[in-house]
Each structure stands twice: as C-alpha cells, then as structure tokens.
C-alpha cells in the first residue's frame, strides 16, 4: 500500500497523576515523548505523524521533533476516564475532515511504552498486510498463565483458575500460549477503527506482534524513569 495511505498518531495527554508533565520529562537526555517521534519518523512509511493532546507545551515539543499537532484534543476526550480507543476516532476523522481525504490504515504508538525498535513497528504492519487483518496489536509472552497459576476471585471469596481446562495441566509449559498485551504499538484497519461497533483494540480478526520481554516495561512513575535510564546505560534495552 502507498505511504499517503498511512496515517501514524501519538496521543499525549497533558494531565498526569503518577508523574508530572510525564510525557515530556527528559528520559536519557530526551523528553519522553521525543523517544517515540523519533521511531516514527526513521520507520518512514507514514504520510503523517501527528500527536493527539490538549496541552500546549506538549504541542511545541511535538512540533520541535517534526510531528505535527493539527487541532487540539477537546476537553472532554482528555479526561482520566477516556478511553484510548475514542481518542483515535476523534483524531482520524478530524485530521480527514481537514485534509479532504482518506487513510486506510492507522498506526497508534504508545509513548509510555518506549522500548521498541523500528523493525517492531515495520513487522507489525506487515503482518497486518499480509493477513488483511482488522488489527495488530503488539504483546510479549506472558510470564503468568490462565490455564496454569492465575487466578478469580469469586463472589463467594473463593479463587479458582481464569480459564478452566477440561483436562488439568501439570506444567506451564505444556499450556497454550497466551500473551501480554505491551501497549506499544496498534494497527488499525480504517473500516474497523470507525466502525460503531467497535469498542476495543481487539476483533475476531486480530493479530498479535510479538516483542521482547522489556518492551512490556510502561513508564508511569519515578522509579520507572530511573529503572529505564539504567537499563539503557548499561546497553540492555535500547531506545
């Protein structure tokens, strides 16, 4: 598919309980978000890279490292109750409604979880032309298991396992594979994304993008920041 069909987005909200300003505190000498504009921009393909956010400072950070910020996220789409998913409707059908034309393929990255490289989000899109997927969404291994050692608590207080085999497993290994999601990286099929009934990431038609087990690492406080400036220091992840 063409590039001008591609249509990358960032979202940032201003307002953050764990870390102030998170989305622009310096990480390895960069603001945070910089670490995922600067993926976007070596990845190449998109037409555009615009970023989703209702803070102005955030705006001019943006636009420092060549994304563009078209409009302003409305108030009521910057809320801690907001869901991602609206976020990203708002965003392809306002940057379409300015520009007069359509993008049939949307790519979302998450600017909390930065460690991934650009060969992630290139095997993410491929995948998802090659299967003509609803979506890709991006996960790791999970160390837990439902068939294995997790567990739901009942009403009753009692626990029993998330997903109950008809025949017990004895090791973990021999379960079947389940995933984290990383919240790193999101293709979407346009059709899918602004269908009404859509309501998550997910459909009878998604695919999963598998990443190494740090890229499941989110960064949502102080001890997150200092954690990642040192896993990079010392060449174990790469941002």
């Not at 490289?117 to 439902?146: C, M, W």
Request: glycine residues 6%.
């Amino acid at each position: 598919m063409a590039a001008e069909q591609i249509l990358l987005t960032v979202c940032a909200r201003g307002g953050s309980k764990g870390v102030k300003n998170k989305n622009i505190r310096p990480l390895c000498g960069l603001p945070l978000i910089a670490h995922t504009l600067k993926q976007a921009k070596q990845w190449g393909r998109a037409a555009k890279i615009i970023c989703s956010t209702d803070s102005k400072e955030i705006a001019a950070i943006v636009q420092q490292y060549g994304a563009e910020v078209p409009f302003m996220r409305p108030d009521d789409l910057a809320t801690d109750t907001t869901g991602k998913l609206a976020v990203l409707q708002h965003a392809l059908r306002t940057t379409e409604e300015k520009e007069g034309k359509q993008y049939s393929i949307l790519v979302d990255l998450d600017v909390t979880a930065p460690i991934r490289q650009v060969s992630d989000i290139e095997g993410a899109y491929q995948l998802f032309l090659k299967h003509k997927a609803d979506s890709v969404v991006s996960a790791t291994k999970s160390r837990r298991n439902p068939y294995f050692n997790m567990l739901e608590l009942q009403e009753d207080g009692f626990v029993k396992l998330v997903k109950i085999p008809e025949k017990p497993f004895l090791r973990r290994q021999d379960t079947p594979t389940v995933y984290d999601m990383n919240a790193s990286i999101y293709v979407y099929g346009r059709e899918f994304i602004l269908n009404s009934q859509t309501k998550t990431a997910l459909s009878g038609k998604t695919l999963v993008w598998e990443m190494g087990e740090w890229s499941a690492f989110d960064i949502d406080s102080e001890v997150d920041f200092q954690l990642i400036e040192f896993l990079a220091s010392k060449g174990v992840v790469k941002l």
